[in-house]
């Protein structure tokens, strides 16, 4: 079965009204794999800023098992802010950041510096702008060779396509037709552009991937 989008519109089950936060049932399928993958490429310290953080649930399960690394949680909607800031507040870890208000198309973003990035299951739900601004983005605040890490749903040159990613690529256009999977090499190219070089794949439990990419010490800017 394949991550679902944390928007509002994925099916969420969501609390009583007065309770704020909201669950996206991928969340506790996949944080165990991210979590592996990221203790891998993560520095031990620093700040972490992590990209559309949705309902905050990522950030409160994976940020305390990840300190002292500090966790900047984000977001477009800030609709998304009360549910994510209860999330944080629910762990009692004080590596946790409340959000920021991040649109990735601008540019000025909030923040000046990071050691590192994450950007969990963005890309498809959001127009093909906001992936070009995402690299922008991190191309101004990430130092050479700070890992960006993305995840979610990627279409491969020469490697067949699940029916399940097939179908739900459907599902998101029919949504938004900004929307869709992402192919893994449009996104490769617009990181090229911005200097950011991938570095690592790997294979996620629901045909999903995580990608790795950093901006080298040695090369510049090509965008």
């Known amino acids: ?40 490429i993560l520095p031990c310290d620093g700040l972490l800023l992590e990209i559309a953080s949705g309902t ?67 890309l498809h739900i959001a127009p093909w702008a906001a992936t070009c601004g995402l690299f922008a983005g991190m191309g101004r605040i990430l130092k050479p060779s700070s890992p960006l890490y993305l995840y979610g749903p990627f279409f491969q040159d020469g490697v067949p396509t699940a029916p399940s990613n097939l179908n739900f690529d459907e599902s998101l256009r029919s949504q938004n037709k900004e929307w869709g999977i992402r192919s893994l090499e449009d996104v490769q190219r617009v990181a090229n552009e911005q200097g950011f070089h991938l570095e690592k794949i790997v294979s996620m439990p629901a045909n999903n991937l995580s990608l790795v990419f950093k901006r080298p010490l040695s090369s510049p800017k090509t965008g």
Request: negative net charge; proline residues 10%; glycine residues 4%.
């Open 1 to 40: 079965m394949i991550d679902t989008p944390t928007s509002n519109t994925s099916g969420d089950n969501f609390p009583p009204k007065s309770d704020p936060r909201r669950h996206a049932p991928a969340t506790e399928r996949n944080r165990a794999a991210i979590l592996a993958v990221l203790r891998d």
């Open 56 to 122: 905050g649930e990522h950030a409160a399960w994976l940020g305390p098992q990840l300190a002292p690394l500090r966790w900047q949680t984000s977001e477009y909607s800030r609709d998304n802010f009360p549910g994510i800031t209860a999330h944080l507040q629910d762990t009692g870890a004080d590596n946790l950041l409340p959000p920021l208000h991040i649109d990735t198309t601008s540019d000025h973003w909030p923040l000046e510096q990071a050691d590192a990035a994450v950007c969990i299951n963005m």
